[in-house]
Nanobody, 122 residues
Framework: VQLQASGGGLVQAGGSLRLSCAAS????????MAWFRQAPGKEREFVTA????????YYADSVKGRFTISRDNAKNTVYLQMNNLKPEDTAVYYC????????????????WGQGTQVTVSS
């Protein structure tokens, strides 16, 4: 499975961005897609995940109410709509895939995209 993330950029605090992550290669009928992020000098952290059907979503407390994950299985693509961005959201955002149930630990995701930089200015 190959993952290609896009949509990052520079935005002012309070602004919005939408990230996309397209999966290609060997895909299966059921896989979880997730977003993680890593800020400079910090460990990678879970942001959000979505089940195969899209009926179940999970968010880190820090982004609840501001970020929305969605997916289009026909396009093998997951989206992350980020609203009301804050400077502390600045990080490289990575999409990841695992087969099975959503999980907040990155060690359970064998497939990763290359990351896209999100910078929020104050």
């Amino acid at each position: 499975v190959q993952l290609q993330a896009s949509g990052g950029g520079l935005v002012q605090a309070g602004g919005s961005l939408r990230l996309s992550c397209a999966a290609s290669g060997r895909t299966f009928n059921s896989y979880v897609m997730a977003w993680f992020r890593q800020a400079p000098g910090k460990e990678r952290e879970f942001v959000t995940a979505i089940s195969w059907s899209g009926s179940s979503t999970y968010y880190a407390d820090s982004v609840k109410g501001r970020f929305t994950i969605s997916r289009d299985n026909a396009k093998n693509t997951v989206y992350l709509q980020m609203n009301n961005l804050k400077p502390e959201d600045t990080a490289v955002y990575y999409c990841a895939v695992r087969f099975g149930s959503p999980n907040g630990s990155g060690s359970y995701y064998p497939y990763w995209g290359q990351g896209t930089q999100v910078t929020v200015s104050s």
